[in-house]
């Protein structure tokens, strides 16, 4: 990897290091996470421009590959404050961060879900139908990480119609007649990750959504015993926001 890096990163995270400079960790379209020293990052100037989810123009520098490095970063696009009076959408975007903060591994490179999340954070800026957005990003980031659901056909009977839940062990789909007698050790799946039309998803199939995604976002986060890591505690908030009247 070059050591001297420029292009556009979304912020994840940031936390204060040293006097007045924070450690900046923003997603990448080619170089995945990515984290490093930015100098002033702690103070009034660059805290603003330094939210999650907000779109910046960086460069990254350091002497060996091995290093954290060092920022410089101007924005380009400024969400967070847009997003922060909506408490629903402000738990996505929590959500979105923390979960990319866990999942990823630093510098490995993910453009689909670099493009996937940016065009996200943005719909949570006005766009009222995000919550179905929502669940097929979280759809696309478990198809990153190799758990991807195949909700496409029945894994019993094999009919693309009528789809009704998903085996919570090998994430396909069944109908209601594929499930006959075992429907209740099965995950619902909400009808809104499955019709054809753009309707919204309504509050219950967001719940059912975020039910099934979670389960398993929670295997992709734990796949044995020496690496176990829980789903970030934004993402475990979010049904509960996400079930209150706005």
Not at 103 to 127: I, K, Q, T, W, Y
Request: aromatic share 4%; charged share 20%.
């Amino acid at each position: 990897m070059s050591l001297d890096w420029q292009g556009e990163g979304i912020v994840l995270a940031t936390r204060p290091h040293g006097e007045g400079s924070a450690i900046l960790t923003v997603l990448t379209p080619d170089l995945g996470r990515l984290s490093g020293l930015i100098r002033g990052g702690s103070g009034r100037r660059l805290t603003p421009v330094l939210q999650p989810g907000n779109r910046l123009r960086l460069t990254w520098k350091a002497r060996l590959e091995t290093q954290l490095g060092t920022f410089t970063a101007d924005p380009v696009r400024a969400r967070a404050g847009l997003i922060m009076a909506d408490r629903q959408a402000l738990a996505a975007l929590s959500s979105v961060c923390a979960l990319l903060m866990a999942c990823l591994p630093e510098r490995e490179p993910h453009p689909a879900l670099f493009e996937a999340s940016d065009a996200l954070l943005e719909a949570l800026v006005g766009v009222k139908d995000w919550p179905l957005l929502y669940l097929k990003w979280e759809l696309g980031l478990l198809e990153e990480l190799g758990f991807g659901l195949d909700l496409s056909r029945c894994a019993v009977t094999g009919a693309s119609q009528g789809l009704a839940f998903v085996s919570p062990k090998s994430g396909r789909a069944v109908t209601w007649e594929g499930a006959e007698g075992w429907a209740a050790k099965l995950l619902p799946l909400p009808a809104c990750l499955t019709r054809s039309t753009g309707m919204a998803a309504s509050p219950q199939e967001m719940q059912e959504g975020l039910r099934l995604t979670g389960h398993f976002l929670a295997r992709a986060l734990a796949p044995d015993a020496a690496h176990h890591r829980e789903i970030p505690a934004a993402r475990q908030r979010l049904p509960e926001i996400c079930s209150r009247q706005t």
